[in-house]
């Protein structure tokens, strides 16, 4: 299928303008089969990982609607035409900012609300009128209840990462918003999520207007320009091969993806004390410190990026050129969500996976989700031969200054130059 071009969408001129200066020609897989409909008025509930378009999707969609079609009556100004539902405050500031991007050569008032920042100063910033928000549940919530705004005047919904609302806790807030606005026949709605299952479908129904269903195709959950690869490697031998590996391939933008805060830490401190530009992302971060690691990561002055999970979802940064699993997820559909970081739009990247003796029993369901063996790689004696670090003394950012202090108390490495080692097969 031949892609279709912007232009020929029949876009307002000053979405169009924009689009044009962000280098977007022609549609993505994704929107060639989401765009049209979402343009036609038809609430859509679409399935499909990130890095695809999504996000421009639905920010076309309201952008379009809201220069085309004259408000509810009666509305007044600090009153949300649209609203963007999503469940980190992480895809929130992303969101705006894509927004912000679109809707630049317009006179639409955007505003996004979330946690860890100035109450006061979102709240007053109704004042200035909003046509897009865009928020987290609970924020939104505490600006309903203090009568900031009404979504009685919606005229289009956006939930977003729709199945993390469920794994987060969510559904309950989401609900209490989705009941305060107008009636789903009387509104457009789009819904995004990693996967349709049965819950999701259920919240589809239950508040869409016979939503079309748009499902990713399966053998194409991952992107085609990822590179995958996998080492069967013991727990001691992780971190001693993680250094040699980003060595050895120069990554200058990259994620380091674990399972528990504690081991990102650890993981962490080590690669900055063999010199590595390096910050580290969990639940625990102060926002303003979230985003300023997020910021410098995103500009360059950081090469590697620790995260947990809450890291995993809904983050875009562009130019992302590898992705380490360094502990495998423990549920096989994260495992799409971190290597997703790489290969953004068209771009290549690589995605490298430990398997280690704790989390290898759920590397078959990670590969029967993606629907192919990880191509497995085997590990040589000198790719454990790390030597001392080059930088003792080294700590990355996000650690607080508690974490500081016990690792600089624990002394030197441990990953220690070992001797001789017989070579081990990939199957190993």
Known sequence: MTATAFHELNLAPQLMKAISELGFTHLTPVQQTALPEALAGKDIAGRGRTGTGKTATFLITIIQRLLTQAPKPCRRSHHPRALIIAPTRELVVQIHEDAKKLAKHTELRLHAVYGGIDYEKQQRHFDNGVDILIGTPGRLIDFLKKRCYSLRFGEMLVIDEADRMFDLGFIRDLRFLLRRMPKYNERQSLL?????????????????????????????????????SLFHVAMDEKLPLL??????????????????????????????????????????????????????????????LVATDVASRGLHIDNVT??????????????????????????????????????????????????????????EDHMLDIGEPTHPDAVPEGMRGTDRCNHQRSGKSRHRPKGPRRKRSAQA
């Open 192 to 228: 995004f999520s990693a996967t349709l299952s049965h819950r999701v479908l259920e919240l589809a129904y239950e508040h869409m207007n016979n939503p079309l269903l748009l499902r990713a195709e399966s053998g194409d959950v991952t992107a085609s320009g990822i590179s995958e």
């Open 322 to 379: 590898h992705v380490y699993n360094y502990d495998l997820p423990e549920e096989a559909e994260n495992y799409v969500h971190r290597i997703g970081r790489t290969a953004r739009a068209g771009a290549t990247g690589k995605a490298i996976s430990f398997s280690c003796e704790r989390y290898c029993f759920g590397l078959p369901d990670i590969e029967a989700y993606i629907g192919h063996a990880i191509p497995a790689r085997a590990i």
């Open 243 to 304: 250094v040699h590996l980003l060595r050895q391939e120069d990554v200058s933008r990259g994620m380091i993806f674990v399972n528990e805060k504690r081991t990102g830490e650890t993981v962490a401190m080590t690669l900055a004390r063999y010199g590595f530009k390096v910050g580290v992302l969990s639940g625990d971060v102060r926002q303003k410190k979230r985003m300023r690691i997020l910021k410098d990561f995103a500009e360059g002055r950081l090469h590697l």
